[in-house]
């Protein structure tokens, strides 16, 4: 059974920094692309960073770029989303997904594997 599970959301005020953990276990994490999106209510879950196998490509979405980092542990089967400089338009549930393959893509649609989700909220 595949399981993705987030963790290191929370309430942070603006300016402030988190890190997000994806654990992922059931599958073979390191033949996966691995994404993180988010969604705030009434809106559509949307990519913020992707990584694929071996962390060989990063992608970032333009309104987190240079503020977010996306890594992976392939030896704990874990996927990071270091987030800094957050800014109230940040808060939203954040989840991760996984893809089999070899290239990241920017719709849900073509991620397997989702996490519940973590919500992160940013206070002005």
């Known amino acids: 059974q595949v399981q993705l599970v987030e963790s290191g959301g929370g309430l942070v005020q603006a300016g402030g920094s988190l890190r997000l953990s994806c654990a992922a276990s059931?599958?073979?994490?390191?033949?996966?692309?691995m994404g993180w999106f988010r969604q705030s209510p009434g809106k559509e879950r949307v990519i913020v960073a992707a990584?694929?196998?071996?962390?060989?490509?990063?992608y970032y979405s333009g309104s987190v770029k240079g503020r977010c980092t996306i890594s992976r542990d392939d030896a704990k089967s874990t996927v990071y989303l270091q987030m800094s400089s957050l800014k109230p338009e940040d808060t939203a549930v954040y989840y991760c997904a996984a893809r089999s393959g070899s290239a990241y893509y920017l719709s849900p649609d073509q991620y397997s594997y989702w996490g519940q989700g973590t919500q992160v909220t940013v206070s002005s």
């Open positions: 059931g599958r073979t994490f390191s033949n996966d692309v």
């Open positions: 990584i694929t196998r071996s962390g060989g490509i990063t």
